[in-house]
C-alpha cells in the first residue's frame, strides 16, 4: 500500500539523502553528467541542503510501498501556489502510478491552502519525466537557464498544472 509521511527527524532526512544518491546517480547522469550530480547532490540533496530548505519553508515528504521509502517529495507555498520542487522515485517503482499518488496529495494540499496552481522546473533533456508531467496535465510555459555555480547551469522547462477548486 502507498503512504505519504511528512518528514520529521533526522532519520528521514537522512532516508531522503539516500535515496537522492542513489536516484540522482542512476537517473541524472547520463543527461547532466556525473560532476554535476554530485555537486547538485552536495549542493541541494544534502543532509545539511535538505535542512537549510526545511528552515525556508519546504515541505518534505517520503514515499513508501507498505514499510519501505522508495521516493520522496518537496514543495513551497507561493501565494496562490505551490512550487514542486522535487519529486524523485526509485527505478522500480516509476511507472507504476507512484507519481500519480504524490501529486493528488500534492494537489488535495495544495487546494487545501487555496492554491490555484502547480509550479516546477524540469529538465529540457529529460524527456521521459517531461512526458510523465504532461499527461499528468502540466504545461509548458517557459524555459530557464540557472547558474547554480562551480560552472554549472540548470537548463530546464517551467511547467504549470492549473487547478480547479471542486464544488461542495
Known amino acids: 500500500m502507498l503512504t505519504i509521511t511528512l518528514v520529521k527527524d533526522l532519520s528521514d532526512i537522512l532516508t531522503i539523502q539516500h535515496l537522492a544518491s542513489i536516484i540522482w546517480k542512476e537517473h541524472y547522469t547520463a ?18 541542503a535538505i535542512k537549510d530548505q526545511i528552515r525556508k519553508h519546504y515541505q ?35 511507472g507504476k502510478g507512484v507519481g500519480n499518488f504524490a501529486l493528488s496529495y500534492i494537489e488535495n494540499e495544495a487546494l487545501k491552502m487555496g492554491c490555484n496552481r502547480i509550479n516546477l522546473t ?7 519525466t517531461i512526458k510523465a508531467y504532461q499527461k499528468m496535465g502540466f504545461t509548458i510555459v517557459d524555459e530557464i537557464v540557472s547558474d547554480i555555480g562551480n560552472n554549472f547551469v540548470m537548463d530546464d522547462f517551467v511547467m504549470e498544472k492549473k487547478l480547479l477548486f471542486k464544488k461542495k
Open 31 to 48: 543527461i547532466i553528467g556525473v560532476d554535476q550530480v554530485n555537486y547538485m547532490l552536495n549542493n541541494f540533496q544534502s543532509e545539511k
Open 60 to 94: 518534505y515528504c517520503l514515499i513508501h510501498v507498505d514499510d519501505q521509502a522508495i521516493g520522496y517529495f518537496s514543495t513551497q507555498k507561493n501565494e496562490n501556489s505551490i512550487f514542486l520542487s522535487k519529486l524523485y522515485v526509485l527505478k522500480d517503482f516509476r
Open 122 to 128: 524540469v529538465n529540457k533533456y529529460n524527456l521521459n
